[in-house]
């Protein structure tokens, strides 16, 4: 099971970190993603991580703005983001999928609730 949480309202400009909690399994072996949902727009790739490596890739829209960690202690991956703008206003949504990363929204097996994120101009 997982459960995001973080979001908010923050300038742009500002910045957010959002959490995804893991509990019932250990992700050792998988993949976890972000995903964000804007009003009217479909669901999108923002990033992934490889919970064994720590290997990431992000969607070329958020690199260099945003980065995904995880601390296997807490079993809980992070999405640090920063220097944020309007256009990143979205549902956040934390995912996990056994084996490689990826950035399809279909190859993910569990998904989180979501967490609102709102950056004003």
């Known amino acids: 099971q997982l459960q995001a949480f973080g979001g908010g309202l923050v300038q742009a400009g500002g910045s957010l970190r959002l959490s995804c909690a893991a509990s019932?399994?250990?992700?050792?072996?998988?993949?976890m993603g972000w995903f964000r949902q804007a009003p009217g727009k479909e669901r999108g790739f923002v990033a992934t991580i490889n919970w064994n490596s720590g290997s990431t890739y992000y969607a070329d829209s958020v690199k260099g703005r945003f980065t995904i960690s995880r601390d296997s202690a807490d079993n809980t991956m992070y999405l640090q983001m920063s220097s944020l703008k309007p256009e990143d206003t979205a549902v956040y949504y934390c995912?996990?999928?056994?084996?490689?990363?990826?950035?399809?929204?279909?190859?993910?097996?569990?998904w989180g609730q979501g967490t609102q994120v709102t950056v004003s101009s």
């Open positions: 995912a996990a999928r056994p084996g490689l990363m990826a950035a399809k929204e279909s190859h993910y097996d569990y």
């Open positions: 019932g399994r250990t992700f050792s072996g998988y993949a």
